[in-house]
């Protein structure tokens, strides 16, 4: 039973990350994640959501909506054939534009020795971000 809570909250967080992205600009998207990280255990939950939504994006109406109906779980489904689709195994793997950018597991950067293109830091990842 405890394993199906923790799994409805976690796909909770991944459809509010979803549908954040889907709604507004990247820029927001990271702000939004960014804010969701500083309390994550409470990511997935809804007071989270709406704190983190309101202070990072303009459009929190139509993000709302999104994420509590139809459209976020639309969005999750095809996010997890996309990322069957890649063979993306990891729930942590960054991929920008379909390519495969980082991958962290257990602590650390999957393949060390070949880092990641364009860094592992949030300025790393906000720099190739605004480059798209």
């Given at each position: ?130 480059e798209l």
């Open positions: 039973m405890e394993w199906s809570v923790c799994t409805m909250i976690l796909c909770a967080g991944n459809v509010q990350q979803l549908c954040v992205q889907e709604k507004t600009d990247p820029e927001s998207t990271l702000q939004f994640i960014l804010c969701q990280q500083r309390d994550i255990r409470r990511i997935g939950s809804y007071t989270l959501f709406a704190e983190c939504l309101q202070s990072t994006s303009p459009k929190w109406l139509s993000v709302m909506r999104c994420a509590l109906g139809e459209e976020g779980k639309h969005l999750l489904q095809t996010s997890v054939a996309e990322s069957r689709h890649n063979n993306m195994k990891v729930s942590l793997t960054f991929a920008l534009n379909g390519q495969k950018r980082c991958v962290f597991d257990s602590g650390h950067w999957v393949k060390p020795e070949d880092g990641c293109p364009g860094g592992n830091t949030v300025p790393d990842f906000t720099h190739t971000i605004k």
